[in-house]
């Protein structure tokens, strides 16, 4: 059974093989693009969530606006529960680049205030009990680190067997 966004790429191909012109195109364009972006966002989702990385780091890489922020938001609202007390908690935190994509992840709905923090304010953070994440890592480190552009990442990590 295909999902309806498939459909729709299958409904514009045959609209552009039956009357192929610029408008029935860019519809075939618009919606084979948003299929991609859907696919790479699941592929993100794997990846993250893959139960062989949950004591080890995680680089999720992938071309502009194809669902690597998302996917960090979708995995820091896995971590919500409801403690003893009845409130509603949450194990992880996203650490972004500025107030701007805080306040774009926090308005759109994706996360609440208290899971989405600037890497600046993150500094003060000191939670041993919560998983972090950060998006835009390069940016982050050469701001830390002072440097004119962004360093290139090679992780390296321990994991305990």
Same mark, same amino acid.
């Given at each position: 059974?295909?999902?309806?966004?498939?459909?729709?790429?299958?409904?514009?191909a045959? =609209?552009y093989?039956?009357?192929?012109?610029?408008?029935?195109?860019?519809? *075939?364009?618009?919606?084979?693009?948003?299929l991609?972006?859907?696919? *790479? &966002?699941?592929? !993100?989702?794997?990846?993250?969530?893959?139960?062989?990385?949950?004591?080890?780091?995680?680089v999720v890489?992938?071309?502009?606006?194809?669902?690597?922020?998302?996917s960090?938001?979708?995995?820091?609202r896995?971590?919500?529960?409801?403690?003893?007390?009845?409130? @509603?908690?949450?194990?992880?935190?996203l650490?972004?680049l500025n107030? !701007?994509?805080? @306040?774009?992840l926090?308005?759109?709905?994706?996360l609440?205030?208290?899971?989405?923090?600037? &890497?600046? *304010?993150?500094?003060?953070?000191? @939670?041993?009990?919560?998983? !972090?994440?950060?998006?835009e890592?390069?940016?982050?480190?050469?701001? !830390?680190?002072g440097?004119?552009?962004?360093? =290139?990442?090679i992780s390296?990590?321990?994991? @305990?067997a």
């Amino acid at each position: 059974m295909m999902s309806p966004i498939e459909a729709a790429v299958v409904e514009a191909a045959i =609209a552009y093989v039956r009357k192929p012109s610029a408008a029935t195109f860019t519809v *075939l364009d618009k919606a084979t693009s948003a299929l991609n972006h859907l696919r *790479l &966002h699941a592929d !993100y989702r794997k990846q993250i969530e893959a139960p062989e990385h949950r004591d080890g780091s995680i680089v999720v890489a992938g071309p502009r606006q194809s669902g690597k922020t998302t996917s960090a938001a979708d995995w820091v609202r896995a971590g919500r529960t409801v403690n003893d007390e009845g409130d @509603d908690v949450n194990s992880r935190m996203l650490l972004v680049l500025n107030g !701007y994509m805080a @306040d774009e992840l926090i308005h759109s709905g994706k996360l609440r205030k208290s899971e989405v923090h600037t &890497h600046r *304010l993150g500094r003060g953070i000191r @939670d041993q009990t919560r998983e !972090y994440a950060v998006d835009e890592t390069g940016q982050v480190l050469a701001h !830390y680190l002072g440097l004119n552009r962004e360093p =290139a990442l090679i992780s390296v990590c321990t994991v @305990d067997a």
